[in-house]
């Protein structure tokens, strides 16, 4: 079945500074590749996606490229701020299969001035 | 504006007794579904419902049922069988069949029991 996998959180960086958020994933198919973002108290919201190899997805300045030959997704950030502490989920959609989104556990991101 | 409503935002259950969570969308979507977040573990889908008076399990479904009567409406209960229900309940809404649709959430249910 399909799975993603998401390093153990929380990640604590100081303001300005490189984050990279690793995902990796197994998918029967072809599948579609989202990362989401949870601030407290409320739903998901999407950040960015990509929906076949090789293809970058960008926003806010956040990044992440779909590597199919080593399955993974990271998400990357150059220059952190301390608005973009919250939670954030890789997902996949894998329209061979079940046709709902799968997600990681989740990881929490703590930025400190 | 559109979007997807969960109601209530806090709900306290006393152990035995069934409660039901609401989810509404004016998005017009086909698509619904029902994730349950607990600390740690991300979020897990419960059930799931592509159309209208149809809808599938999903990994959790068991102490949960739900309903597909209306497009714009998805339903869930939390039955007293539910061992463990105290989470965080998020509803998601999408068009179907499509590889690169957005899924948009409402902002959440958290469920006690008492």
């Known amino acids: 079945g399909n799975s993603v996998t998401q390093m153990e959180g929380p990640v604590t960086l100081s303001e300005e500074a490189f984050l990279t958020i690793n995902c990796t994933y197994t998918?029967?198919?072809?599948?579609?590749l989202f990362w989401y973002v949870q601030y407290p108290g409320e739903g998901l919201q999407l950040l960015l996606k990509?929906?076949?190899?090789?293809d970058k997805g960008s926003n806010k300045g956040f990044e992440a490229t779909y590597r199919k030959e080593t399955t993974s997704f990271h998400l990357e950030k150059g220059s952190v701020q301390v608005s973009d502490s919250a939670v954030y989920f890789c997902?996949?959609?894998?329209?061979?299969?079940?046709?709902?989104?799968?997600f990681g556990s989740g990881t929490r991101l703590q930025v400190q001035p | 504006d559109g979007g997807i409503t969960q109601s209530p935002k806090y709900l306290f259950r006393k152990e035995g007794q069934n409660v039901t969570l609401s989810c509404e969308q004016n998005?017009?979507?086909?698509?619904m579904y029902w994730y349950r977040q607990d600390p740690g573990q991300g979020l897990r889908l419960i059930y799931y419902s592509q159309i209208v008076n149809d809808f599938q399990k999903g990994d959790i479904a068991e102490g949960y049922s739900v309903s597909r009567e209306k497009k714009e409406s998805f339903p869930l209960t939390v039955t007293s069988a539910q061992k463990n229900p105290t989470a965080f309940y998020l509803c998601?809404?999408?068009?179907?069949?499509?590889?690169?649709?957005?899924?948009?959430f409402g902002q959440g249910t958290r469920l006690t029991v008492v």
């Open positions: 998601a809404s999408t068009i179907p069949g499509a590889m690169n649709t957005e899924a948009f």
């Open positions: 998918a029967t198919g072809y599948p579609s």
């Open positions: 997902a996949l959609w894998d329209l061979t299969g079940r046709r709902a989104l799968t």
């Open positions: 990509a929906t076949k190899a090789d």
């Open positions: 998005l017009n979507h086909d698509a």
